[in-house]
Each structure stands twice: as C-alpha cells, then as structure tokens.
C-alpha cells in the first residue's frame, strides 16, 4: 500500500499563495486518482481536488479558478497550487490515493497545516 507524506503548508496572508506536494512511497502511474483533502476545526474533511491518470480534474466549488492540481507520474508527487487564498482555507491539508475507480482513499499522511490570517 503506497504511503504519502504532505508538505509544504504553513501561515500566509489572505491572497496569498502556498504550493503543497505530496510524495509517495512507491509508483502512482497505475494509481486511478490522487486527491487532495482538507479539515478545518469542527468541520467533516472535505475532498478538495482529484486528479485521475489520464489527467482528469475535479475541484470542490469553493476552489474553483483558485487552485490546482497536477500529478507527476515520473517524480511519484501530486501538488496542489493554492492562490487568493482566503480565511476559510485554513485547515488540515491531507493528500490520498483512489487505487481503483470507486473504492475509498487510502494511504493518508499526517498532513499539513496551512493557516491564512492578516
């Protein structure tokens, strides 16, 4: 089971950027998609942004224009460029790996804090 480590996260102002990268243990090319989730304080963890291996992306609505997603099968990294960062950003930034179409996320990291505040 592949394991991923996030970094990358930490303290920016609102309308700032950050970039987070996730690396992986072992291959991602055969990985059906890659994703990047976050948990704000008293909130669910939310699904972020997905990309599959054929380069296919998805973005929750409130990140839409703002953020993006690439994969890098030959590095074994997934990133996550945040811009126009805002306060409800602020959260737990996790990334996960959907082995096969339609079964759960698996291999979490620890995860990194990115906190946007003035």
């Known amino acids: 089971q592949v394991q991923l480590v996030e970094s990358g996260g930490g303290l920016v102002q609102p309308g700032g950027s950050l970039r987070l990268s996730c690396t992986a243990s072992?291959?991602?090319?055969?990985?059906?998609?890659m994703g990047w989730f976050r948990q704000a304080p008293g909130k669910q963890r939310e699904l972020v942004a997905y990309i599959t291996n054929n380069g296919r992306t998805d973005y929750t609505e409130s990140v839409k224009g703002r953020f993006t997603i690439s994969r890098d099968n030959a590095k074994n990294t997934v990133s996550l460029q945040m811009s126009s960062l805002n306060l409800e950003d602020t959260a737990v930034y996790s990334c996960?790996?959907?082995?096969?179409?339609?079964?759960?996320?698996?291999?979490w990291g620890q995860g990194t804090q990115v906190t946007v505040s003035s």
């Open positions: 072992g291959s991602i090319s055969r990985i059906y998609a």
């Open positions: 996960a790996a959907q082995l096969v179409y339609g079964t759960e996320y698996s291999g």
